[in-house]
């Protein structure tokens, strides 16, 4: 069995454990869980699992304490708002607040 997808897939797991471009390392070991699983002859059933674990990260992004969060800036969802970085939710907070000291 090929080790390479087994490095390239340690590489991309320091990536999330680190919090670093964490949407291209979720892919990053999506794919390369998946070439495990296929090209494995016994359960690919933790390669499968992996691969899931990888997509949902890739999907949801970085944490709040991520380096990703330090360089990029922190995103979240606001339900009915759609997606705000950390300044723009501090100016709607603000307008918020203002609007609640009006009344």
Request: glycine share 12%; net charge positive.
């Amino acid at each position: 069995m090929p080790i390479t997808p087994h490095l390239i897939g340690a590489g991309a797991g320091i990536l999330l454990l680190a919090g670093l471009w964490t949407p291209a390392g979720g892919l990053l070991v999506t794919i390369v869980e998946l070439w495990v699983a296929l090209s494995r002859v016994g359960d690919p059933l933790v390669p499968l699992m992996l691969a899931i674990l990888g997509a949902s990260l890739a999907m949801i992004g970085p944490g709040a304490w991520s380096v990703d969060a330090r360089l990029f800036g922190r995103k979240h969802i606001e339900l009915g708002r759609g997606i705000y970085t950390t300044s723009q939710s501090r100016v709607v907070d603000e307008r918020k607040s203002a609007i609640r000291n009006q009344t």
